[in-house]
Every structure is written in structure tokens, then in C-alpha cells.
């Protein structure tokens, strides 16, 4: 498998599940500005959307969006180490997966990391974002994972959450969201994920710098 | 099942799948505004959140998030009526779900159809929509489905896509989309649903001018 990623992009939940399956792959790393793969092809003709993650299946089947990729990647990995064996867990594994995509993901963070956003639209993406924090601080209180085991949908959302500290998303004002914030990137496939791609960021940052 | 809805909300994706599945369920009328079911019981009892769709199974769950609650549905119809069989093709019907759901549904329409929102919002939402817009439209206009049949993404791709003509979204520039609504819209299980929820619709708009 193939994945095409951008370092610390949401991304990192397909890499998180990745090692904590024991899953091999190529990572291609995307300029998400000019959205050029490091050995320079042109990231556009792998996904129009210029949206990272992709992957290339081992037939060579180009596959994106983040849930989609986290069930693929779940479906490949040993029995229960990313997603639940039942029909109804794997129904609430979904729920999970859409609620960060949705609520977290593209409402809440979308707008708050673009530099490009106005300030009207972060301040409405902010706003609105606080019900869904609210609810999922209450919900990780009484719980370790967001299911009753680590799940790719966990992946996810640390991926996500990790976010705040470039925002102003206080994550400080919500206990049990910080908790298990400190819990998953003590976690080695989390802690190894997060190192590997923060020190690609800062690679990625001097090497703009110097352009 | 019980399905919690409001009319012409992204609920009628699940309305959509039950007519299509010839499935029988109970349908709750919610207020958006007020986030009381017709029936005077407190919505934020059954999701937290206060969104619809939201569906009671019937061994008494509750689940929320629409992608989650269409493959659901999907599971619970005749074999291949809303979702395919294959493990390939259920990867990509989750892409489109997670497609429809994060650049369509919540980045492009949430705001344009919020009227709390700001411009700048707006205005953003818009902007970054079109990209999603331009893909899709060349991916329809060579195909009949998002896959190979109808399924349960195309139920909530007919939603989405009905809510442009009270927006600033012009689908007429874009003549693959189009054409594709307008197949979907003469499919009976889509035109009973639109039938039926916009005289719901209708009826609460004419309960919250009496107020």
C-alpha cells in the first residue's frame, strides 16, 4: 500500500493506524501548497481534489477520504486492532469516523487552520464547533477510547485534537477531552506517528523558508 | 426502526434508503429550531448534539451521523439495493458517503443554509465548495450513479445537491451534476421523499409564521 500524506495534515490517522496494525507501506509525502510529491509528480493526477490521504491499494486502486481509508486500512489489519468485529460496533466505529470528519475535522478546524480563511468564517467555525467539543468532553470523561478499544476512529481524533494548540481552540477548558488527548500520544503508535511527522513538518517549513 | 427527522434536512437521505429498501420504520418529525419532536419530547434526550438524522433501532440503540446511520440502513436492506456487495466497492461507496458528508454537506451548504452565519463565511463556504463541485460534475457526467447501481450515497447526494436552488450554488453551470439531479429526482423512493418532506416542510414554516 501506498499512502500519500502531508506531515501533522489529518493524514496522520491513516499512518497512526498504519503502525499500530504492524501494516508496511510507502509514504509519499505531498506539498499540501503546491501539491507536489517530494520526488516531484504532480499530487492532482492521484486525487483532483489535491486532498490528502490517498492511497494505492496493491492493485493499484487509487482510494480517498479519510474514513474510507481508516476502514480500508482496518479491514487489512489483525482482527480488532483498528475497528470492532460486529455489525453494531462497526456501526458506532462510523458514527465516530463521521463525527470528527464532519463536526471536528471540517467545521471546526477547517476554517480555524486555513490561512486564507476570513476572520468572519473562523469566528462562525469556532462558535459553531463548541456544541461538538461540549458532548464529546462529556462522552471521554467516563471512557479511555472513544470505543471500548482503541479503533481507528481514535486515531482520528488525536490526529484532529492535536490541531488545537495552532488555534485558539482551548482544549484546557475540556477535562476529559484533555485527558485522553494525553493518554493517546503517550500511546507508541501515536507518540512515533506525531514525531516522525512534526520533525517532516519543520523540514517542510525551512525548506519554504528558503524558497 | 424509528428515524428522528426534519423535512428536507439531510435526514431525507435515510427517508431515501428506507422507500428504496422497502423497509418499514417509524418517522418523528423534529423541530430544528426548537429541538422538540412533534409530540412535545426533548430531542437532545435522543442525540446530545441535536441533529437529525438520529434512528432508534429496534433492539432500543440509538445512532447517530448520517453516514453511519445509511450504511446501517444499507445493512438492513435486500443485497445490493443501497450498498454493494464487495468489500472494494463498500470502500468507495464510504468515500463518496465521507465525500458528500465533509465538502459538500458540511463545508459548502452548513453555512450557506445557516442563517446565523456571516458573510465572510458564506462567502468562504462558497469559494471553497466549487472545487468538490467541478470534480463531481466531471465524474457524473459519464456515469449514471456515483457507483455502479444506486446507493445509499446517491440518496444523500440527492439531498445535498436539493438544497442549492435556496443558496447561491448555481448547479446549472455544472451540467453533469444536473443532469444527474434530475435522474435522481424522477426515481420514485427520491421523488416520494422530496413530495412528502416539502409539505412537511410547508406545514412548519406555516406553524412558525402562526407563533
Chains 1, 2 share one sequence.
Not at 520526488?39 to 491499494?57: C, H
Request: hydrophobic residues 45%; aromatic residues 10%.
Amino acid at each position: 500500500m501506498e499512502l500519500y500524506f502531508s506531515p501533522l495534515a489529518c493524514s496522520m490517522a491513516t499512518r497512526i493506524s498504519l503502525y499500530e496494525a504492524g501494516i508496511e507501506a510507502t509514504y509519499f509525502e505531498v506539498d499540501s501548497k503546491t501539491k507536489r510529491t517530494r520526488d516531484g509528480r504532480d499530487f492532482r493526477q492521484i486525487n483532483p481534489l489535491g486532498l490528502v490521504p490517498a492511497i494505492r491499494t496493491d492493485t493499484g486502486e487509487v482510494l480517498t477520504e479519510n474514513a474510507a481509508i481508516l476502514q480500508y486500512v482496518a479491514g487489512r489489519a489483525p482482527s480488532g486492532a483498528l475497528a470492532p468485529t460486529t455489525d453494531w460496533e462497526r456501526a458506532r466505529l462510523q458514527q465516530w469516523l463521521c463525527f470528527v470528519g464532519t463536526e471536528l475535522h471540517k467545521a471546526l478546524f477547517g476554517p480555524l487552520l486555513d490561512p486564507n480563511a476570513p476572520d468572519g468564517a473562523k469566528a462562525y467555525a469556532l462558535e459553531k464547533g463548541m456544541a461538538g467539543l461540549e458532548m464529546l468532553d462529556a462522552y471521554l470523561t467516563t471512557r479511555e477510547f472513544l470505543l471500548d478499544e482503541f479503533s481507528a476512529a481514535d486515531a482520528y481524533l488525536a490526529t484532529v485534537l492535536g490541531w488545537a494548540v495552532v488555534t485558539p481552540v482551548q482544549l484546557s477548558k475540556f477535562p476529559g477531552i484533555s485527558a485522553y488527548l494525553k493518554r493517546l500520544y503517550a500511546r507508541p503508535s501515536v507518540a512515533r506517528a506525531f514525531t516522525e511527522e512534526r520533525s517532516l513538518y519543520l523540514e517542510e517549513q525551512a525548506r519554504r523558508a528558503t524558497i
